[in-house]
């Protein structure tokens, strides 16, 4: 089992950069693909970006795709979402998950995830 705790969420203007980390618990975490979601108000969560176990693969959901990069630190347990050029879109409560799948591939759907964190809120004005 994993613990996931995100910091970094905050309010910052459009065009600006935000930085969301993920700190998980435990000694398995390279067991783990790791990915971020997100969830704007009346909307369903959506995927936005994936990472193997290995760090070597990633994905990304179109929408962020040049602007975001995830990356991972297996030394330090941790995965980061790195957010530039943020738009007022990309406002929403993002969490970060946990995929115990032996599949090799990081993958985007959220039910196949396991183990999640209880959010930050990122907020983008115009």
């Known amino acids: 089992q994993v613990q996931l705790v995100e910091s970094g969420g905050g309010l910052v203007q459009a065009g600006g950069s935000l930085r969301l980390s993920c700190a998980a618990s435990g000694r398995t975490f390279t067991s783990y693909h790791m990915g971020w979601f997100r969830q704007a108000p009346g909307k369903e969560r959506e995927f936005v970006a994936a990472?193997?176990?290995?760090?070597?693969?990633?994905d990304y959901a179109d929408s962020v795709k040049g602007r975001f990069t995830i990356s991972r630190d297996n030394a330090k347990n941790t995965v980061t979402l790195q957010m530039n050029s943020l738009k007022p879109e990309d406002t929403a409560v993002y969490s970060c998950?946990?995929?115990?799948?032996?599949?090799?591939?990081?993958?985007?759907?959220?039910?196949?995830?396991?183990?999640w964190g209880q959010g930050t809120q990122v907020t983008v004005s115009s």
């Open positions: 990472i193997s176990r290995s760090g070597g693969t990633t």
């Open positions: 998950a946990a995929d115990r799948t032996v599949f090799p591939a990081p993958r985007q759907s959220p039910m196949l995830y396991d183990y």
